[in-house]
């Protein structure tokens, strides 16, 4: 195989592996402990937040950089993201909770 197809298709079988030997685990558990159910969904929705935030932070930083020049663009990135997350803070306090 081709390298730039092989190391996708690697990172791919690993993380369906890793899926499959998780779900066995639990699987075979007697009980299940709801804290640390509850602990390791937000360990694993955190990661996967953070990656994508990681790779648009990555994204904007380069077109904006491109476009408007070094700190220009550094500058517009870090205050859109930092916007956008007070813009989530102002929504989720607006928004009623049905709990």
């Known amino acids: 195989m081709e390298q730039s197809i092989l190391t996708p298709f690697l990172l ?5 592996l890793a ?4 779900s066995l685990a639990a699987l075979f558990a ?3 402990n709801r804290k640390f159910l509850s602990f390791s969904l ?4 955190g990661v996967m937040i953070y ?3 990681v790779e648009l932070f990555g994204e904007a930083r380069i077109s904006l950089t491109n476009e408007l ?6 500058l517009l ?3 859109c993201f930092f916007g956008g997350m007070l813009l989530i803070g102002i929504i989720d306090r607006l928004i009623p909770s049905f709990e």
């Open 12 to 16: 791919t079988l690993f993380a369906g």
């Open 19 to 22: 899926t499959g030997i998780g």
């Open 30 to 32: 007697r009980r299940t």
């Open 42 to 45: 937000g360990l694993s929705a």
């Open 51 to 53: 990656v994508s935030f």
């Open 69 to 74: 020049g070094g700190t220009a663009g550094m």
């Open 77 to 79: 990135t870090v205050l």
